[in-house]
């Protein structure tokens, strides 16, 4: 299993803390638990930190089976929507955003199984049931398949 995370270093603007919440909860977790293959999906909020600096005004952290679902994931259209829709979001933070993918360790998603959706938990962190299965060929394999030749 890998993590892709992206990191948003930097603040919330002042004032807009909870337009910035609302607007990541109504528009784009929508959009980011339909990326294909992502089997969870964590929106973080820190609300403290044993530093100053640096302040990651959010991360988000979707959980993939392989390398290869986040090639698809990204090359996806509801990815292309969700770059889209997330430029509100950013024009409400003062910051960078940058992103990494590291493998995971964790070894069970048991406690995710039957779930049914979407559950938000007190410290900000937003989960989902997993994505129904990824396709079992790459994105380089399906355009492969494609009628346009040109």
Not at 29 to 53: K, N
């Amino acid at each position: 299993m890998f993590i892709r995370c992206a990191f948003f270093q930097g603040q919330v603007k002042p004032g807009l803390e909870d337009t910035f919440n609302r607007y990541i909860r109504d528009n784009l977790v929508p959009l980011w638990t339909r990326f294909p293959g992502a089997q969870e999906v964590r929106v973080l909020r820190q609300v403290e930190s044993d530093t100053q600096d640096p302040h990651f005004g959010m991360v988000l952290a979707v959980r993939y089976p392989s390398r290869e679902a986040i090639e698809i994931a990204l090359a996806s259209e509801v990815r292309m929507q969700s770059k889209e829709v997330s430029k509100d979001m950013i024009a409400m933070f003062d910051g960078t955003v940058f992103h990494t993918v590291t493998p995971s360790l964790r070894t069970s998603s048991s406690h995710f199984s039957g779930s049914g959706g979407l559950t938000t938990f007190a410290a900000g962190i937003t989960t989902v049931a997993p994505a129904s299965n990824i396709p079992k060929m790459s994105y380089t394999d399906r355009s492969k398949l494609s009628d346009d030749s040109a």
